[in-house]
C-alpha cells in the first residue's frame, strides 16, 4: 500500500475542470449494448432462421437498464471510472445472450434467459440502492463488525438448514424457497471483505511491525496470527458442513491477499499457501467429495460414465470451439450438464472460440484492473484495501470457475461474476460494482477547495478518521 | 442461412468483441497517460503558484533520498511544506513511524527552517532531534521514520 501513487488529480493543471468522463462511460455502454443485441440476433438466426418478436422487449429491457445504471451514476457518482460499467454491461449481456442460446437448445426445460434478465434488474436496483445508501465508502467501516456478523451468519444459514432446503447437487449452500434459490455465499463474500478491510487497516501496523524474522523471511508473532487462523477455521468449516470447496478457497484466497496487501509481507502468502496446503490435504484424506473431486480433476476421461462426465464434455466443447468458435447458435454448448450456471465458461469457449474466450477473460481483466487502479490512486487506507479485495474477488472467483471448467483446477461450486445464471451471484455482484464505482469516484474526484488544517498538532499519532 | 453468412455472423462478432476491447484500452491509455505523474510530484498549485520571483542562491527542491517514497522531488516555493501521513500534507507519508502531521519546512527570508509538530518520534536533522526550527544547509539530511530528505538548489 506504500509507494508513491500515480494520481491523475495532480497532473490536472490549475483551474481547468477534472474531466468526469461519463460521456466516453456512455459511448461504451451504447458499444455493449450493441454486441449484446447482435449477439442475440446472431443466435436466432443462426438457429431459427429468423428473428424473434421477444427481441424487441429485451433491447428494449436491456437498453433502459443500463441507461438508469448511467443517470444514476452521473447523478450520483459523476467521477467515477469509466469503464467499470461498461465492462459489466458487456459480460452480462453475453451471460444473458448465452443462457438464451441454451433455452433454444433445451426448449422443454422452460426459458432462464428471461428470469435472468429480471434478476439483472434486481442487480441493477442493488446497485442504485448501493450508490444512493452509500455516499462515502469510508462510513461502511464503521459497520465492520455487524458486517462481519451478517457475513457469517449468511454463510452458515444453509449449513444449518435441513438438506431439502439447502442442499443442491450435493452442496448445502443455498436457501430455496418458494421456488426461489438463493446463494446467500455470495453476499457473505462482499460483507467479508469490507470487514476484512476495516480489520486490516486496523490492525496493519501490529501485523506487519512486529515479528521475528526465520529463514529470510519475516514471520509474524504467534498472537498475531489468530485472525488468520480464525478465517481458516471458519473457511474449512464450510468445506466440511457446506460440502463447497468453493467457497471457502474464494474466501481463504481473499483473506490472505489483503493481509498481504495491507502488510506488504510476503511471509502472509508463503504461511497462507501452508496452512491451505495442509487443509487440503486433511479435507482430501477425511472426505470423500472431497478425493472424488480430485480424482475427476486428475483424469475426468477415467470418470467419464460417472463424475467426470461434465468436465471431459466441458473439454470436448472447447476442442470442438477451437481458436475461433462454432459461432454464436452453431455449436452444441448444451451437452454439458448444467451449462448455464456452472459451465457457461464452456459454452462461450465453444461458441467462440480461444478467441473469443480470451477476450471475454480481458474484460474481466480491464474491470480488475480499473479496481486494482482504483485503490492505487484512493487516498484513504480503507478504500485501497477495499477496492482491492473486491477486485481480487473477482479476479480469483473467475480463476478458480476458468481453472474448474479448463480442467486447471478440480471443480468447484462457484459462479461465473456476471455471466453465469444465478440470481444471488448476479444481484451481489452488481453490489460489488457498486461499491468499486463509489469508491472510484471518491479516488478520481478533484480534491475539495482547500480548507484550513484542523489543530491537530497536539495529537501526536494517526487520528482515525471513520 | 447461408453458409457465407454464417461465417461472417462468426468472425464478425469475433471483430466486435475485440473492438470494445480495444475501445476500452484506448480510455486505459488516455488515462495513463493523463495522469501520468510518477515519482517526481512537483508542489500542488496552492504551494507554489503564488511565489514571487525566487532569488537566484537558496535551495530550489527538496528530494526525498530513502524510504518509501524515494525519488520524490518538490519544487519550493514561498509556502511552508507540511510533512506527515495527514492527506492535505504536501508530502503525504505513507511511513509507519511518522505521525500525521509531523513536520513543517518554512522559508524565512531565503532560508529554509524545519520545525518538529510534536510527532511521536521525532524529526533529526543530521543525528540532531529537532526541538525548535532548525535553519537547514543543502545536503544536510533530515530523517522522519524511515524517510530521508534533503534540500537542493
Not at chain 1, 437498453?63 to 458487456?90: E, G, I, M, N, S
Not at chain 1, 462510513?139 to 462481519?148: C, D, N
Amino acid at each position: 500500500m506504500a509507494g508513491p501513487t500515480t494520481d491523475p488529480r495532480a497532473a490536472a493543471a490549475p483551474g481547468t475542470p477534472v474531466p468526469t468522463r461519463r460521456g466516453t462511460e456512455a459511448l461504451l455502454l451504447v458499444f455493449a449494448v450493441v454486441i449484446t443485441l447482435a449477439a442475440q440476433c446472431i443466435v436466432d438466426l443462426t438457429v431459427t432462421g429468423s428473428l424473434r418478436p421477444e427481441l424487441a422487449t429485451f433491447g428494449i429491457w436491456f437498453t433502459a437498464l443500463w441507461t438508469v445504471a448511467h443517470v444514476v451514476v452521473r447523478k450520483f457518482a459523476p467521477y467515477a471510472d469509466p469503464l467499470l460499467l461498461p465492462c459489466v454491461a458487456v459480460l452480462s449481456g453475453l451471460g444473458l445472450v448465452m443462457i438464451h442460446r441454451l433455452d433454444i437448445a433445451d426448449p422443454d426445460a422452460g426459458a432462464d434467459a428471461p428470469v435472468q434478465l429480471l434478476w439483472a434488474t434486481i442487480g441493477l436496483l442493488l446497485f442504485v440502492a448501493v450508490l444512493l445508501g452509500v455516499r462515502d465508502h469510508r462510513l461502511l467501516s464503521r459497520y465492520a463488525y455487524i458486517l462481519m456478523l451478517v457475513g457469517l451468519v449468511l454463510l452458515a444459514i444453509p449449513a444449518v438448514l435441513p438438506a431439502s432446503i439447502s442442499e443442491v447437487y450435493g452442496a448445502k449452500l443455498w436457501i430455496r424457497v418458494a421456488g426461489f434459490s438463493i446463494q446467500p455465499g455470495e453476499f457473505a463474500k462482499i460483507c467479508l471483505v469490507v470487514f476484512f478491510a476495516a480489520y486490516l487497516v486496523d490492525k496493519r501496523d501490529v501485523l506487519a511491525l512486529a515479528s521475528r524474522k526465520v529463514m529470510g523471511l519475516e514471520f509474524p508473532r504467534g498472537r498475531d496470527l489468530g485472525p488468520v487462523l480464525v478465517v481458516w477455521v471458519v473457511s474449512i468449516l464450510v468445506l466440511v458442513f457446506e460440502r463447497d470447496l468453493g467457497s471457502s478457497l474464494l474466501l481463504f484466497g481473499i483473506f490472505v491477499v489483503m493481509l498481504y496487501v495491507a502488510t506488504e509481507r510476503a511471509s502472509w502468502v508463503v504461511i497462507g499457501l501452508l496452512m491451505f496446503a495442509g487443509g487440503a490435504t486433511v479435507a482430501y484424506q477425511a472426505f470423500g467429495h472431497v478425493q472424488a473431486r480430485v480424482d475427476t480433476w486428475l483424469d475426468p476421461f477415467a470418470y467419464y460414465d460417472g463424475s467426470g462426465y461434465q468436465v471431459a464434455q466441458s473439454l470436448f466443447g472447447l476442442g470442438t470451439g477451437g481458436l475461433f468458435g462454432a459461432g454464436l447458435g452453431g455449436g452444441r454448448p448444451d451437452a454439458v450438464p448444467i451449462a448455464k450456471s456452472d459451465f457457461i465458461g464452456s459454452a462461450i469457449g465453444e461458441e467462440l472460440g480461444l478467441f473469443g474466450f480470451a477476450a471475454v477473460i480481458m474484460v474481466y481483466l480491464i474491470l480488475v484492473e480499473r479496481g486494482l487502479r482504483t485503490s492505487l490512486i484512493v487516498r484513504d487506507p480503507f478504500g485501497k484495501l477495499l477496492a482491492a479485495g473486491l477486485s481480487f474477488a473477482v479476479a480469483w472467483q473467475l480463476f478458480v470457475v476458468l481453472g474448474g471448467v479448463t480442467g486447471l483446477l478440480p471443480l468447484t461450486g462457484l459462479t461465473t461474476p456476471f455471466l453465469a445464471y444465478g440470481g444471488s451471484s448476479l444481484v451481489a455482484n452488481f453490489g460489488l460494482v457498486a461499491l468499486l464505482v463509489r469508491i472510484s469516484d471518491a479516488a478520481r474526484r478533484p480534491a475539495t477547495p482547500h480548507v484550513a488544517p484542523q489543530r491537530l498538532t497536539d495529537a501526536p499519532t494517526e487520528v482515525v478518521q471513520p | 442461412m447461408a453458409e457465407i453468412v454464417l461465417q461472417g455472423f462468426r468472425f464478425g462478432f469475433l471483430l466486435l468483441l475485440w473492438l470494445f476491447i480495444f475501445a476500452a484500452f484506448r480510455v486505459v491509455r488516455a488515462d495513463l497517460l493523463g495522469g501520468r505523474v510518477g515519482r517526481v510530484t512537483s508542489v500542488p498549485p496552492r504551494a507554489a503558484a503564488p511565489g514571487k520571483k525566487r532569488s537566484g542562491k537558496g535551495p530550489r527542491t527538496l528530494v526525498v533520498t530513502a524510504g518509501p517514497l524515494s525519488g520524490t522531488k518538490i519544487t519550493l516555493g514561498e509556502q511552508p511544506i507540511l510533512i506527515g501521513r495527514a492527506d492535505d500534507s504536501t508530502l503525504v507519508l505513507t511511513d509507519d513511524f511518522a505521525s500525521s502531521r509531523h513536520a513543517r519546512l518554512t522559508n524565512r527570508g531565503g532560508q529554509w527552517y524545519v520545525e518538529d509538530l510534536g510527532s511521536t518520534n521525532g524529526t533529526y536533522l543530521d543525528q540532531q532531534r529537532v526541538q525548535g526550527p532548525l535553519l537547514i544547509s543543502p545536503g544536510q539530511p533530515i530523517r522522519i521514520g524511515q524517510t530521508a530528505l534533503e534540500l537542493r538548489s
